[in-house]
């Protein structure tokens, strides 16, 4: 999967001293760049997947927070979480 983060702006993270830039990448997104075939059809999916990178100083652009909505599962659920340097 070729890192979104070339298109985006990224959000500094502080862990440490290292500065870290990363997004979020959701379960629309994941499912377009990355489609899964789970069988039997789970009834909820939720797919998450940190995109991050180290940064050398802040953005000059302050990003915007990503907003993320409530998830609520029904039966049998796919989880998957990731993440990516």
């Known amino acids: 999967m070729p890192s979104m983060?070339?298109?985006?702006?990224v959000t500094p993270i502080s862990i440490g001293l290292e500065k870290v830039g990363g997004e979020w990448v959701k379960t629309?997104?994941?499912?377009e760049f990355i489609p899964v075939n789970v069988n039997?059809?789970?009834n909820?999916?939720?797919r998450v997947f940190l995109d991050f990178k180290a940064l050398n100083s802040k953005p000059s652009i302050i990003p915007k927070p990503q907003q993320f909505n409530k998830f609520i599962h029904h039966g049998f659920t796919l989880v998957e979480q990731g993440g990516l340097q």
């Open 5 to 9: 983060l070339a298109k985006k702006i």
């Open 28 to 31: 629309n997104q994941m499912n």
């Open 40 to 42: 039997p059809v789970p």
């Open 44 to 46: 909820s999916v939720l």
